[in-house]
């Protein structure tokens, strides 16, 4: 008999933070967001040091979780059209996050991997695009090591002002510093970095302007601090 492994995801996020009050300590007064999940997802706030897929910033909606210049998901209207869904790629994957305001896609055989690249991003890997000025996405992440990290990305197109803040309060600004010519060229880079004193469950916000497709920031720790 061929045996099926089913994963099965416990989503302790949605406890009542009455339970769990020192786990919540640090996120600012009365945020309300929660980190993401759905039925492939469930690992809770995401590491540092560790990668934070940026697609997968926190539930809460508009103005919570995020801000985006308008309802619809871009990233989901595009891949509606003939083409964009790939053969073989799973709805979840074309669509993620269809009914929120941040515009996801993912890369693409023919957009993303049919040049040189100088770095390549992972195959159907998500990415915020058709980003604009004064947007941004909020994450809570569990921070296991205070120290000093350099911040690694990999994007496409040109420099975004982008800065992350740590409980509302700034961070460091991320610096894209190769303009690479398309939105579909990919590099690699060290774009900021930047000493964490904090520990445990914090709110991470990523702000962003136009000019380039995230996809995820790689928190490396250069050295612990005590």
């Not at 989901?76 to 003939?82: A, D, G, K, P």
């Not at 073989?88 to 049919?114: H, L």
Request: charged letters at 20%; hydrophobic letters at 35%.
């Amino acid at each position: 008999m061929k045996k099926i492994r089913i994963k099965i995801c416990i989503f302790t996020v949605l406890l009542p933070l009455a339970i769990i009050p020192c786990a919540f300590g640090q996120l600012p007064a009365g945020y309300a967001g929660v980190p993401y999940f759905d039925s492939a997802y469930c690992m809770g706030a995401q590491n540092i040091p560790g990668r934070i897929e940026l697609a997968y910033y926190d539930l809460g909606g508009e103005g919570i979780a995020y801000h985006d210049a308008d309802a619809t998901n871009n990233g989901s209207i595009l891949n509606s059209t003939e083409g964009h869904c790939r053969p073989g790629i799973p709805e979840d994957i074309c669509f993620f996050r269809k009914n929120e305001g941040v515009d996801i896609s993912y890369t693409k055989d023919w957009a993303d991997f049919n040049h040189p690249n100088k770095t390549d991003p992972k195959v159907n890997q998500l990415y915020i695009g058709w980003q604009e000025d004064g947007e941004w996405t909020n994450y809570t992440v569990n921070i296991l090591v205070k120290g000093r990290y350099k911040i690694v990305t990999i994007y496409g197109n040109r420099d975004n002002g982008a800065s992350l803040w740590l409980n509302d309060q700034k961070l460091t600004d991320l610096k894209l510093p190769e303009d690479t010519g398309n939105w579909h060229y990919w590099t690699q880079a060290t774009v900021a970095e930047t000493t964490i004193t904090n520990t445990g469950i914090n709110l991470l916000t990523l702000k962003y302007n136009s000019g380039a497709n995230l996809a995820y920031l790689d928190f490396i720790l250069i050295e612990a601090i005590e």
